[in-house]
């Protein structure tokens, strides 16, 4: 009988396929954007899929200070990066603690924090927004990074916790037999260890977070206060007004989108690793 062990597999290659035709569609959306950020409104609907003649470089500059990206940028940058710092700072000890304890109530809190994953964001609003309004962090950038560590705990645990698990136990009997601490051991020889995974946690934290507009729209009323997604906002609401300017909303969204794609195109490998050593070991 002939061997059917190096027959291709219809089901591989398809999904093969499908990604790359993904992949491709993904990069042709972001060229059309950013060409059309480099066209005035007219060239934008008379030849939507050409190259501009004359980039209009300017697109960039009005719509920087028509919407006051500069103080959004930084608004951004401080809570996103804030953000990710805090949470792998409270996500990575909770993780190993779950990873280590054999009792009956690690596996429940595992499936506890795995729980949160499940909850969709619209149902927290309102509850949230009460008790935000009591603590009076609404329209405060220090109660929207609250929000935002909170929520980015549940996966940021639950992804940790499988890669501290994959760590050899030999590691911390020996640190044991060595005299280390049981917190020594964590900072010093196994926080090191599963520095991938860390890494990964972090980018995907500023990745989720760079662009998110529910919670920021919901908790910050403040115009000086607002992150990058919501003077986009401000832009497209503006131009209902002071008439179309689709060049300069192009331009805008990639100003919030490109910084974005050139962090994940540069850690891509990073991530991609990151995530699959985790689940591999």
Request: aromatic share 12%.
């Amino acid at each position: 009988m002939p061997s059917t062990r190096g027959a291709p597999r219809p089901a591989k290659h398809l999904g093969a396929a499908f990604a790359w035709l993904f992949a491709l569609f993904s990069v042709a959306v972001a060229v059309w954007m950013v060409l059309n950020s480099l066209k005035s409104t007219k060239a934008v609907f008379s030849d939507p899929w050409g190259v501009p003649t004359h980039p209009r470089w300017d697109n960039y500059s009005r719509a920087w200070h028509a919407s006051d990206f500069g103080v959004a940028t930084l608004n951004t940058v401080m809570v996103v990066c804030g953000t990710a710092v805090a949470t792998i700072a409270l996500a990575a000890p909770a993780a190993y603690a779950l990873s280590r304890l054999l009792n009956r109530w690690s596996g429940g809190l595992t499936v506890f924090f795995a729980l949160g994953l499940g909850i969709p964001a619209q149902v927290m609003i309102l509850p949230l927004y009460v008790m935000m309004n009591r603590l009076y962090l609404v329209d405060s950038l220090t109660g929207l990074w609250i929000l935002y560590v909170a929520t980015s705990m549940p996966f940021t645990v639950f992804f940790l916790t499988g890669f501290f698990g994959s760590l050899p136990k030999e590691l911390e009997e020996a640190a044991a037999i060595d005299g280390a601490s049981p917190n020594r051991t964590f900072w010093q020889i196994m926080l090191p260890l599963a520095r991938s995974g860390v890494v990964t946690a972090l980018i995907l934290n500023i990745i989720q977070h760079w662009g998110e507009t529910l919670f920021a729209l919901i908790f910050l009323q403040s115009e000086h206060k607002a992150t990058l997604s919501i003077a986009l906002l401000g832009f497209l609401q503006r131009m209902q007004y002071n008439g179309a300017d689709w060049g300069g909303l192009f331009a805008g969204v990639c100003t919030v989108v490109l910084p974005l794609l050139v962090c994940y195109v540069w850690l891509g490998r990073r991530i991609i690793e990151g995530m699959t050593l985790g689940s591999l070991k």
